[in-house]
């Protein structure tokens, strides 16, 4: 195993470090337990969004914290859910008096912590939770879907729309709008290696590739021959289509994700012909997002996001954002 | 090769369409000769600054075109010089009355190609050489010392300098003081495999590391067993700060940059080392810049970048910017 490392035990408070160094201008990391959180939390009578998970995702979430988008992010050990004292500590950072909402991507122990953390906060804290991955029902760590990219975009427009002054109630609604239109869909074209554990999560053949990937690793759909991007694509992007289903006349924020590995001149190739399968079929792209967003360390591999958008959303997406990771209009 | 790809020899020409699609806001693509150009060119009035090199190395320069940055981009091949038609055809696309600068990373053939295309354009054209890279002098194509990471912050800087309405003079003038004051080194974990080569450009052994790599894998100062972190930042640092040198009360930009296959966990925490060691200097980081901007595909490592700043630097440092890779204020 040869990573940038000294310890895998002292791996993830290393990485807060150098990231709360890096952007001491948009967010502060405490410790014992870890958070990252808003540098200018708590922000007064605005609705705290609090997503948080297993480390190892970078930028996700912790270079989602800033201004209109989290308020507050929660990282476990790497590919391990946080603990409901990590979700307690958030919640009490960066409650601003408005209520708190609490994005969960659905892997078991996540969603029980992260309950667990609501059920003892004060103030009105709620949950919800995201489950766009279309490849499997019931996997390794989750009963039914799995929360994935989707997760970034649910973020950034209902982190908008707290900044902007909605409710929690509005908020609220907003979250469940998006998890209810938005689908994901992966494959890996190698494993990655978990620092505490020292070997790849799981082993390719040399022409080998598996299509419906999770985000750690997890079995997906089929293991297949490796093909061309031509046929990759549209054998990530069918079953999205099929799934909602998307159709001809809808509107649509395209996501192109990285897991991490994957070059950018594949992540673009990949991206166009995405944009080309859409049109053929008359769905209109309004927005896109390009890029390493929602990674499993190493990995090499992509996924593909796609959110079926009205003006609220697309009025919240494009509002403001100031984060390590995604940055604009500010 | 495990790659996303069709074929080999259209890589280049197919990802460039997806960048289109993606950024249709910020830039546009012309091929035949191959540039990527501001959505806007040309602006009258203003300095023209363009940069190229093979591809392989995005975002950079592509993701660099855009408001405040890059007016165009010459994408040669994957690890291949552009050609002095592309840099031509890029010329006359952009140029708004006021001249234009060429900015060539020091690579035998790039310095051949640019300045072949600056002699037989139109107009004032004028060319800068980026060797920032203090790992080698003369290398595998290279005379004299390489041009890496420091690219992308001459970029940006000189870029919000033409765009806040510096002249052709000005703008040079500070583009050699900019290379005068930056240096960088690299280190490669893993080798990368260009797409129409298809073996891996070099080999290391499973517990050995790359010091000094250059960014197409050119050899660097020595291959050395893997080492923990807390060696490995100071010896990417050590003759950084040597060469210049840099001294207790210097005011600096510092650039941490992953060669493409490095983890964001990794790559933050390789930052905080290098922002303690030269708070133990003395050296002052006034800015800072996390993520792969200038990679090699897949490869597995990093670099990292100090500039020497002064007040001048940072007000087009801080200047809006809109490009795919790099965008804020706007």
Same mark, same amino acid.
């Given at each position: 195993?040869?990573?940038?490392?000294?310890?895998?035990? +002292?791996? !993830? %408070?290393?990485?807060?470090?150098?990231?709360?160094?890096?952007?001491?201008? !948009?967010? =502060?990391?405490? *410790? @014992?337990?870890?958070?990252?959180?808003? #540098?200018? #939390?708590?922000?007064?009578? =605005?609705?705290?969004?609090?997503?948080?998970?297993?480390?190892?995702?970078?930028?996700?979430?912790?270079?989602?914290?800033?201004?209109?988008?989290?308020? %507050? %992010?929660?990282?476990?050990? /790497?590919?391990?859910?946080? *603990?409901?004292?990590? !979700?307690?500590?958030?919640? @009490?950072?960066?409650?601003?008096?408005?209520?708190?909402?609490?994005?969960?991507?659905?892997?078991?122990?996540? /969603?029980?912590?992260?309950? *667990?953390?609501?059920?003892?906060?004060?103030?009105?804290?709620?949950?919800?939770?995201?489950?766009?991955?279309?490849?499997?029902?019931?996997?390794?760590?989750?009963?039914?879907?799995?929360?994935?990219?989707?997760?970034?975009?649910?973020?950034?427009? /209902?982190?908008?729309?707290?900044?902007?002054?909605?409710?929690?109630?509005?908020?609220?609604?907003?979250?469940? =709008?998006?998890?209810?239109? !938005?689908?994901? $869909?992966? /494959?890996?074209?190698?494993?990655?290696?978990?620092?505490?554990?020292?070997?790849?999560?799981?082993?390719? #053949? &040399?022409?080998?590739? @598996?299509?419906?990937?999770?985000?750690?690793?997890?079995?997906?759909?089929?293991?297949?021959?490796?093909?061309?991007?031509?046929?990759?694509?549209?054998?990530?992007? @069918?079953?999205?289509?099929?799934?909602?289903?998307?159709?001809?006349?809808?509107?649509?924020?395209?996501?192109?994700?990285? $897991?991490?590995?994957?070059?950018?001149?594949?992540?673009?190739?990949?991206?166009?012909?995405?944009?080309?399968?859409?049109?053929?079929?008359?769905?209109?792209?309004?927005?896109?997002?390009?890029?390493?967003?929602? +990674?499993?360390?190493?990995?090499?591999? $992509?996924?593909? +996001?796609?959110?079926?958008?009205?003006?609220? $959303?697309?009025?919240?997406? &494009?509002?403001?954002?100031?984060?390590?990771?995604?940055?604009?209009?500010?």
């Amino acid at each position: 195993m040869k990573k940038i490392i000294n310890d895998p035990s +002292t791996v !993830v %408070a290393e990485s807060l470090a150098g990231l709360a160094a890096a952007h001491a201008d !948009v967010l =502060k990391v405490r *410790t @014992e337990p870890a958070v990252i959180y808003r #540098a200018d #939390a708590p922000v007064t009578g =605005k609705v705290a969004v609090i997503s948080g998970g297993g480390s190892g995702h970078e930028p996700m979430h912790g270079g989602l914290v800033g201004l209109g988008m989290l308020d %507050a %992010a929660c990282p476990g050990a /790497v590919f391990t859910s946080p *603990t409901p004292d990590q !979700v307690q500590a958030a919640a @009490e950072l960066v409650d601003g008096g408005a209520g708190v909402l609490l994005i969960v991507k659905n892997y078991t122990g996540d /969603v029980l912590n992260f309950e *667990t953390a609501a059920e003892f906060a004060e103030g009105d804290v709620r949950t919800v939770v995201i489950d766009d991955d279309v490849a499997v029902k019931d996997s390794l760590y989750t009963a039914g879907r799995r929360g994935v990219g989707g997760t970034v975009l649910l973020e950034k427009i /209902v982190g908008g729309a707290a900044e902007g002054g909605y409710g929690l109630d509005e908020v609220e609604a907003l979250a469940r =709008k998006v998890i209810s239109q !938005v689908r994901s $869909m992966g /494959v890996a074209l190698t494993a990655c290696t978990v620092p505490h554990v020292g070997e790849p999560s799981f082993v390719l #053949a &040399d022409d080998e590739i @598996e299509i419906g990937i999770g985000i750690h690793g997890e079995p997906g759909r089929q293991r297949v021959p490796h093909m061309p991007a031509d046929q990759l694509v549209p054998a990530l992007l @069918e079953p999205i289509l099929e799934d909602l289903p998307f159709q001809s006349g809808d509107r649509v924020l395209l996501f192109t994700n990285s $897991m991490g590995g994957t070059p950018l001149i594949e992540l673009y190739l990949a991206h166009g012909i995405a944009e080309r399968l859409l049109a053929e079929r008359g769905i209109v792209v309004q927005r896109r997002l390009v890029g390493p967003y929602v +990674t499993s360390l190493e990995m090499q591999g $992509m996924s593909l +996001t796609l959110l079926k958008v009205d003006d609220e $959303m697309l009025r919240w997406w &494009d509002a403001p954002v100031r984060t390590a990771a995604l940055r604009w209009g500010v």
